[in-house]
């Protein structure tokens, strides 16, 4: 399980530094992998390349994408391509008449009885006939995995997964090894300048927002920033061909992928920017950029205007939108061409709502009334919206509300609660046959509503047909009751203030000392057995930009009406809390 940052710490964190370089730095140290979850990665990676050897020999399983890329944060996916290269020689080599002469030599083992390869010819074989194939590894041959599901239709088909124990989701695609490349680019970007980390965490927005661009669109449109800086912080993906080096071109699908392998034949930038002003420019820059009016080159370090664009070869093919950024080795792919006009133009007010942030004294200057300063105030809900994508954001919001959920049913209501992270898909109570209550939704404030928190009537089941379980997100507590905590609330509420007992700001902490009273009045000791128990679970609500959290509540075999009773109170209780709860962290220390 990932390691989980309360948004309270990050606040409290960022608003310690010293000036915003800081805390930019501070947020790449905040969010990226720790040591452990490396090693996790690093595992499940050698875990994955044994079984699939097994089946596929030869085969080689390589790591991409934010797990890899330097940008890692807390729990991200891990995106894993499938190498069958090596397999499909193995195979046509092994069918062929020298096929016995094959085995003998250094070639891998495939004396396997149960060898899939004998159920497949890898060469002629259709992508959705690898994908199932893969999916049925996964799912009968690697310990630990579950929700597995083969999504052939993807632009970049995929097999998408869940580690049970590690809560990771994954994917395994088969033919997109230009990912590798992009991967290796990206990673190279950050060794060239110990500024892109930041700049790129920091644009993320860790604080939430709406869905704007997905990660790699927004990543690639801050390297090109900073290759447009003058001086350039990073060069082109054009001058880095020039330092590429001898020995063979890397060319993948057609396209010339050629760089050099590692950072020490760059130049260092002479560009002496401090990252708290390149991150006021980002937001200049592009708050007054013509998105779609021409073609962001980070092969040519420019703008490219349409017209002359078009004529290009790569021009007639890609596909262009309102907001248009071609991928640095695949020429004709825009990477944003998903971007409708109203996110475009959503994400052109978000840059200029930042630029007028960055402007302000309460970004530049540290607060020395403990208010909110620089980065924080700049991410506080809809200043500016966030630029990152909604999953990001998903995840980050849903932590918070399960965060909120393990305290108020541990510190606030005093129940023993063990907390259980993503439950397999399959395993859920109503697929059981068993009763399942909704109690309630709770509803990420929207800058459109105030800033307000909405909780809305409990609509019906959120998982949709299709819905890729990506999108899953889930948490459970199994739970025990050992005192009427929920009874005569009010009026020990009542007495508490009568009795003159100091009365804290903080509705949680009112609540604790009902709880303690009650607990008190009877009789401090607990029973033999719980007075009730039962699992609650939290899971993410279904749309991309859905940011409800739903909780079910499944009592325990033969709890008889006290859960009843119990289930009414948190029906009211649990939302208005969470509400306060997570609310108070989104705005501490305004
Ligand atoms: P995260 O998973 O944290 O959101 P990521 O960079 O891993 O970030 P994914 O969507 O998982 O993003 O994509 C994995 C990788 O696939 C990317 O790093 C990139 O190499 C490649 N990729 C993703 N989207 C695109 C795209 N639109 N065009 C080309 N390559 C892409
Ligand atoms: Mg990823």
Known sequence: QHEQLSPEKLVQALCQADDVDAQMLQLVQLFEFSERERRLRHLLVTLFQEVFSEFFPGCAILPFGSSVNGFDIHGCDLDLFLDLEK???????????????????????????????????????????????????????????????????????????????SGLLGDISINNRLALCNTRFLQLCTEADERVRPLVYALRNPFGGGPLLNNYALTLLVLFFLQTRSPPVLPTVAQLWELKGEGDPTIVDGWDCSFPQDASRLEPSTNTESLCSLLAEFFHVFGDHDFAGCVISLREGRALPLPSFLLSEAGAKLKLGHFNVQDPFELSHNVAANVNEKTAVRFQHCCRHGAKHCRSLQYQRKSSKGKAWGLVRLFQPGVPEQLCQARDFRRCWFGKVCAAITFLLKDVLKCSCTERAGEPLGQRPTEQGEEEQP?????????????????????????????????????????????????????????????????????????????????????????????????????VGGGQEDTRTLLYFTPDPQQGPLFQDFYHFLQGFLPRMVERYVGRAMSLSE
């Open 439 to 539: 109690i309630t939704e709770s509803k990420h404030p929207r800058s459109e509503e105030g800033g307000s928190f909405a909780v809305s009537p409990p609509r019906k089941r959120l998982r949709t047909e299709g819905q890729a379980p990506e999108e899953e997100g889930s948490m459970s507590w199994a739970c025990a009751v050992w005192h009427h905590v929920w009874m005569g609330r009010r009026r020990v509420r009542r007495q508490l203030r009568h009795l003159g007992s100091p009365q804290p700001d903080e509705a949680q902490e009112v609540e604790e000392k009902v709880t303690e009273a009650i607990i008190q009045q009877e009789g401090d000791s607990r029973g033999a057995e719980p007075l009730l128990s039962f699992t609650a679970c939290a899971r």
């Open 87 to 165: 397999t499909k020689t193995f195979q046509a080599s092994a069918k062929g008449p020298q096929g016995s002469q094959v085995n003998e030599g250094a070639g891998p083992d495939s004396d396997s009885e149960d060898s899939i390869l004998s159920d497949i010819d890898l060469a002629t074989a259709t992508v959705p006939e690898v994908l199932e194939l893969v999916a049925a590894v996964l799912r009968k041959c690697v310990p630990g995995v579950h929700s597995v599901q083969a999504v052939p239709s993807a632009r970049r088909p995929v097999v998408k997964f869940c580690h049970k124990d």
